[in-house]
């Protein structure tokens, strides 16, 4: 693999539900991030981790947990969903933390009901 | 609080020239960031600026001015494939990225 990619592509969930989006980078990259981006809103940053074995709260947390075991995995975790996380997650990932250039996966695509 | 600003939506013709602005107000500023997102796709890096002036990529261009909180993309020779969004996203105190709702660019023949 070459880059980051995202598993599920997409996924109907009922409410309720446990599920975690998961997200994998090959790139070495130290800092790697969850969004979600919803019509008519810019994408909303939920965690982050600037290194493996830390993470931290963004903008939008509530609702959401991840991990960091490793430099190459950032799994999000949805532990009780609701229709409000109906949206699309961006996972994404930085050389080191800071205002260095992002690069996207190609996202997943949630609907929860 | 904090806001970026973009307009909505914008339609320019193939092979004329587009600007599109963006104006923040943030806690802080640690630099400024411009990606393309195509419908159903992810956003690509196109460029950042930090301090003001023009950088030139290209086709593409983008201006800072850090007093006025204000920057611009602009795009020549519009070809029918830069029609996607733009995203406008700053860095605050925290250096974590705070992003517009985008630009749809419209490219009509």
């Known amino acids: 693999i070459a880059g980051i990619t995202q598993a599920p592509t997409s996924q109907i969930l009922a409410a309720g539900r446990r599920m975690t989006l998961r997200c994998t980078q090959d790139?070495?990259?130290?800092?790697m991030y969850w969004y979600r981006q919803d019509l008519g809103l810019g994408l909303r940053l939920i965690h982050y981790?600037?290194?493996?074995?830390?993470?931290g709260k963004g903008e939008v947390p509530d609702g959401y947990s991840v991990s960091r075991a490793n430099t190459d995995d950032f799994p999000l975790t949805l532990a009780s969903a609701v229709p409000s996380q109906t949206s699309v997650y961006f996972c994404?990932?930085?050389?080191?933390?800071?205002?260095?250039?992002?690069?996207f996966g190609p996202g997943t695509r949630l609907l929860v009901l | 609080g904090q806001n970026i600003d973009q307009p909505t939506e914008m339609t320019a013709t193939e092979g004329a020239i587009v600007q599109i602005n963006c104006t923040y107000q943030?806690?802080?500023?640690?630099?400024l960031f411009w990606y393309q997102q195509h419908a159903g796709e992810a956003p690509t890096f196109l460029s950042y600026?930090?301090l003001d002036g023009l950088e030139e990529k290209g086709r593409f261009s983008s201006f800072l001015s850090r007093s006025k909180g204000y920057s611009y993309l602009l795009l020549k020779e519009l070809q029918m494939k830069d029609s996607a969004s733009y995203l406008c996203?700053?860095?605050?105190?925290?250096?974590?990225?705070?992003w517009g709702a985008g630009t749809k660019l419209i490219i009509k023949p």
């Open positions: 994404a990932s930085s050389v080191v933390a800071g205002m260095e250039t992002q690069y």
């Open positions: 600026n930090v």
């Open positions: 943030t806690s802080g500023f640690n630099g």
């Open positions: 981790s600037n290194t493996a074995g830390t993470t």
């Open positions: 996203a700053v860095g605050d105190s925290n250096y974590q990225l705070i």
């Open positions: 790139m070495r990259h130290n800092a």
